[in-house]
T-cell receptor, first 112, second 116 residues
Framework: NAGVTQTPKFRVLKTGQSMTLLCAQDMNHEYMYWYRQDPGMGLRLIHYSVGEGTTAKGEVPDGYNVSRLKKQNFLLGLESAAPSQTSVYFC???????????FGPGTRLTVT | AQSVTQLDSHVSVSEGTPVLLRCNYSSSYSPSLFWYVQHPNKGLQLLLKYTSAATLVKGINGFEAEFKKSETSFHLTKPSAHMSDAAEYFCVVSDIMTGTASKLTFGTGTRLQVTL
């Protein structure tokens, strides 16, 4: 059981480039989340999804888009990367019946 | 609205001595509370959770936390620190337990250092 996996693990982008981060979970969880982690700020919610084909904005959604075409996958897109998006990105998932979330290992993104 | 305050950004203890990481929360509803641990360059692992059952919650690796509603606190403790406990610890609150997106609010983290 792999749990929650994220690809890639590291990425360096130039300002203005685009990329997609992939999150996959094999626990058949209904809900999925994308967070960013910045020093001294804990984790902040970017977008989330309560089921296949649905997405919603979190606390810091600007500059990001998401898609949930399959239940097990949740994609985070950056259309035009900015240095302010340099961060560590975490994906998480959970079942509706329990509040705790299960996290992936993270993607470290640097935008120069 | 909900919020979490971790009272110490950095705690240093000697191996074999007790650990206390402090957390206060604010919540409009009966909260669910969690402690997560993050080892360097790793993801977040759930240590323990409180969901309105017993107020003293036991977690993995000998950690426990006590929910005190009157003090709005959920401090994390361990009787004897081990070198492998060195990590970042996050206190987290969730307002609504089931059936909704149940967004988590994270504290800013406490870095635990364990010395010989």
């Amino acid at each position: 059981n792999a749990g929650v996996t994220q690809t890639p693990k590291f990425r360096v982008l130039k300002t203005g480039q685009s990329m997609t981060l992939l999150c996959a979970q094999d626990m058949n969880h209904e809900y999925m989340y994308w967070y960013r982690q910045d020093p001294g700020m804990g984790l902040r919610l970017i977008h989330y999804s309560v089921g296949e084909g649905t997405t919603a904005k979190g606390e810091v959604p600007d500059g990001y888009n998401v898609s949930r075409l399959k239940k097990q996958n949740f994609l985070l897109g950056l259309e035009s990367a900015a240095p302010s998006q340099t961060s560590v990105y975490f994906c998480a998932s959970r079942e509706p019946a329990t509040p705790e979330q299960y996290f992936g290992p993270g993607t470290r993104l640097t935008v120069t | 609205a909900q919020s979490v305050t971790q009272l110490d950004s950095h705690v240093s203890v000697s191996e074999g001595t007790p650990v206390l990481l402090r957390c206060n929360y604010s919540s409009s509803y009966s909260p669910s509370l969690f402690w997560y641990v993050q080892h360097p360059n790793k993801g977040l692992q759930l240590l323990l959770k409180y969901t309105s059952a017993a107020t003293l919650v036991k977690g993995i690796n000998g950690f426990e936390a006590e929910f005190k509603k009157s003090e709005t606190s959920f401090h994390l403790t361990k009787p004897s620190a081990h070198m492998s406990d060195a990590a970042e610890y996050f206190c987290v609150v969730s307002d609504i337990m089931t059936g909704t997106a149940s967004k988590l609010t994270f504290g800013t983290g406490t870095r635990l250092q364990v010395t010989l």
